[in-house]
């Protein structure tokens, strides 16, 4: 265990309006006890929790984010929390390979008549999170690097590619693409894996060349990655515009960000 002692974790809780604030609501009426850690925005639909709100919270220091929504089934916008469920699935991994736990994200589902399975679902979430730690006491590096990685992990779940994998996602597994042909769950989500890792890479490379150019082994040095995985990353971002060749300093080229 990571806990501190007298450590009072500080959560952002997303709610839904039709279903989870309401059980929330229930909860005080009903005077059902649990942590008063949660600080609660309200939302129209929980798929309007977009994943870059999540990794901000995170980067402004919050130990820890939940998301309720409607039940599946019962979202009062069809398949919102379908959405929302992905989203944040996907949230996870990145978190993962950012190097925090993902247990520091939870989304789950409350009914407005469920005001004692909010304050369960709330005070369960709130002693994780205390055993987990403050933010980044799983990390095995600095707090500038943490924020530096958040930042590259919110860029990368900005991608319109990535986005448009999400949103394709139900239509892919269970009804094909326009072929006819269905995608396992199972190669779907290695599919997004491999998405999420690639972009994560991009960006972390991009930001390091915020302080102007760098050699592939400098910017390995930065990232943490091969030198070989570095190369593999700059021939593809060349090819979109993202980096350029600045000089050539001894043998080794330099890369600049281009902006494209």
């Known amino acids: 265990m990571n806990s501190e002692e007298g450590f009072e974790p500080v959560i952002l809780g997303f709610l839904c309006n039709w279903c989870s604030y309401a059980g929330a609501d229930l909860a005080g009426v009903s005077r059902f006890q649990y942590p008063p850690n949660v600080r609660v925005m309200r939302v129209m639909c929980s798929a309007r929790v977009d994943p870059t709100f999540v990794l901000e919270a995170f980067t402004q220091g919050l130990d820890g984010v939940l998301v309720f929504g409607c039940h599946p089934g019962d979202c009062h916008y069809m398949t919102g929390n379908y959405q929302t469920e992905r989203r944040m699935v996907m949230t996870q991994k990145i978190l993962r390979e950012v190097g925090l736990s993902p247990e520091r994200l939870?989304?789950?589902?409350?009914?407005?008549?469920?005001?004692?399975?909010?304050?369960?679902?709330?005070?369960?979430?709130?002693?994780?999170?205390?055993?987990?730690?403050?933010?980044?006491?799983?990390?095995?590096?600095?707090?500038?690097?943490?924020?530096?990685?958040?930042?590259?992990?919110?860029?990368?779940?900005?991608?319109?590619?990535?986005?448009?994998?999400?949103?394709?996602?139900?239509?892919?597994?269970?009804?094909?693409?326009?072929?006819?042909?269905?995608?396992?769950?199972?190669?779907?989500?290695?599919?997004?894996?491999?998405?999420?890792?690639?972009?994560?890479?991009?960006?972390?490379i991009l930001l390091s060349l915020g302080d102007g150019a760098l050699t592939v082994k400098e910017m390995a040095g930065r990232v943490g990655l091969s030198t070989r995985e570095v190369l593999?990353?700059?021939?593809?971002?060349?090819?979109?515009?993202?980096?350029?060749?600045?000089?050539?300093?001894?043998s080794s080229p330099k890369y600049i960000k281009t902006g494209g």
């Open 106 to 204: 939870l989304v789950d589902w409350v009914s407005a008549a469920e005001g004692e399975r909010f304050a369960s679902l709330v005070s369960k979430f709130t002693e994780k999170i205390r055993e987990l730690g403050p933010l980044g006491s799983e990390a095995v590096f600095e707090k500038e690097e943490l924020v530096r990685r958040l930042k590259a992990s919110s860029d990368a779940l900005a991608d319109d590619r990535l986005r448009w994998l999400v949103g394709r996602e139900k239509e892919l597994i269970e009804e094909g693409n326009v072929f006819g042909e269905r995608l396992p769950q199972e190669e779907f989500d290695h599919v997004m894996l491999e998405s999420i890792r690639r972009e994560y890479e991009k960006n972390r």
């Open 232 to 250: 593999k990353n700059l021939v593809v971002m060349e090819g979109e515009g993202l980096v350029t060749v600045s000089h050539i300093e001894g």
